[in-house]
């Protein structure tokens, strides 16, 4: 029986505006795929992310143009030859897993021994603003056991100061997303230390970030936009400590499976993040995480409201997918 495929594009507000180095927005725009097999649908959510170049409609369109290659029964291993990595790839490749666990009726935690599976304890994100803005947003949520804090500005020693003060007793990640420079590094991490920072995410520019491997690592530093692939990995051992895991970059949970298990061999540490999208694209991802060092899978607590049903999130702790969400 034939698959067919259907493309939504789907804007979910946030609650405020959500700020990091390069710009705010104030909604979660993504793009869900669905992909029915008789009786069976399977879905996948993205979130194509301009950093890399994609919009709504350049990732709907690479998706609809695999409508074919779907409907013929293309498996996930040739689904990553087919295309590039990216958002596209992603929302394919994890609709494509949904809908093998809904035919087999054997979960998707199961298939990629991950169950039995607990719940993950996920970062808490604060947007970039101004220090004493930031210091309120930490004072809000300083019961949290994990904060991520963006940062990446002439400022951040103020921000980090402001926001350590404000929530005392949280563990605390921050992250650039390439904001520091080569003249300011050095010093932004001795602060960092000094305050207790349990991680730093890609502080410089991805490619112009030579300068890690010849300067100390007071804690470690996470790649995010310097990692996309399991390829690409070796050339970062000695820049970094640890890598961001996003299925948007790796283009889906396959090629993420490999890209965690290349991490590992390699003695990299491995966070699970997101893009800020609803509780169908963190689904995968949760399972995904389970054993990793640092899990930021808050998107849905970013949002004003989620799908239904959605995951369940009881504080900072996020419970693994039920089967009418995903896998």
Not at 227 to 235: C, F, G, M, R, T
Request: glycine share 10%.
């Amino acid at each position: 029986m034939a698959r067919v495929i259907s493309v939504e594009a789907e804007r979910f507000p946030i609650a405020g505006i959500f700020t990091i180095s390069r710009g705010s927005k104030t909604e979660a725009e993504v793009i869900t795929c669905t992909i029915g097999e008789g009786a069976h649908t399977g879905r996948g959510e993205c979130v194509p992310y301009k950093r890399y170049g994609e919009t709504m409609d350049g990732v709907r369109d690479a998706i609809q143009a695999m409508s074919g290659r779907i409907a013929d029964g293309i498996s996930r291993a040739a689904l990553l030859d087919a295309m590039p990595a990216g958002a596209a790839r992603n929302a394919i490749d994890c609709a494509l897993w949904d809908l093998e666990a809904k035919r087999s009726g054997t979960s998707v935690a199961s298939a990629i021994g991950a169950a039995p599976t607990r719940a993950l304890e996920t970062a808490y994100t604060l947007s970039l603003s101004e220090p004493e803005a930031m210091a309120a947003q930490a004072r809000a949520n300083a019961a949290r056991p994990l904060l991520k804090v963006k940062i990446g500005g002439d400022n951040d020693i103020a921000r980090i100061r402001a926001v350590r003060q404000a929530a005392p007793d949280s563990r605390i990640i921050l992250d650039a997303n390439e904001g520091w420079t080569d003249e300011n590094i050095v010093a932004n991490l001795a602060f960092a230390a000094e305050q207790g920072i349990a991680l730093i995410e890609q502080p410089l520019p991805a490619g112009h970030d030579e300068i890690l491997r010849h300067i100390a690592h007071p804690m470690p530093i996470c790649a995010d936009e310097s990692v996309h692939e399991a390829k690409n990995l070796s050339a970062l051992v000695g820049r970094y400590d640890a890598v961001n895991i996003k299925l948007d970059k790796s283009g889906g949970l396959t090629a993420a499976l490999v890209l965690r298990d290349r991490a590992r061999e390699l003695g990299f540490g491995v966070m699970v993040g997101c893009m800020v999208g609803t509780s169908l694209a963190m689904a995968p991802a949760v399972l995904l995480a389970q054993g990793a060092e640092f899990v930021d899978l808050d998107g849905p607590l970013l949002l004003t409201r989620d799908r239904v049903p959605g995951l369940v999130y009881q504080g900072s702790l996020v419970s693994p997918p039920e089967p009418a969400l995903w896998g």
